[in-house]
């Protein structure tokens, strides 16, 4: 097993080294093992890093969906023109169900509701064509 404490004091010694700002999660077998906030989250305010603290990733991650959404078609799992709603056994009321992988893969899923203020009452979202 992982011992908390090591990892604690290896982030701390890169800490030392180069300042670092995020949050650390390490699990083992599904048993989180380490979960902890470094430096501040907003730094106007002063705010530090939970373990619970959410990040602003953008599109940082576009990369590594498309890459896994690629592995996942080449191995027979999944085709570009598969139903999101076919892959996930969970309702999105709000999407149309007809929204394909490759549709989300691709960025045109139109999602952008999704961001809408809650006085806003616009809840359609159309399939891109």
Known sequence: MINPTTIAETIQHQIDREPFSGTVFVQENWQTIFAKGYGLANRTENIPNTAQTRFGIASGC????????????????????????????????????????????????????????????????????
């Open 62 to 129: 576009k990369i590594f969906a498309a890459v896994a959404i690629c592995q996942l078609v080449e191995q027979g799992l999944i085709s570009f023109e598969t139903r999101l709603a076919d892959c996930l056994d969970i309702a999105f009321p709000n999407f149309d169900p007809n929204v394909t992988v490759h549709q989300l893969s691709d960025f045109r899923a139109n999602f952008a509701g999704l961001t809408k203020s809650k006085n806003q009452n616009d809840n359609s979202y159309p399939t891109p064509r």
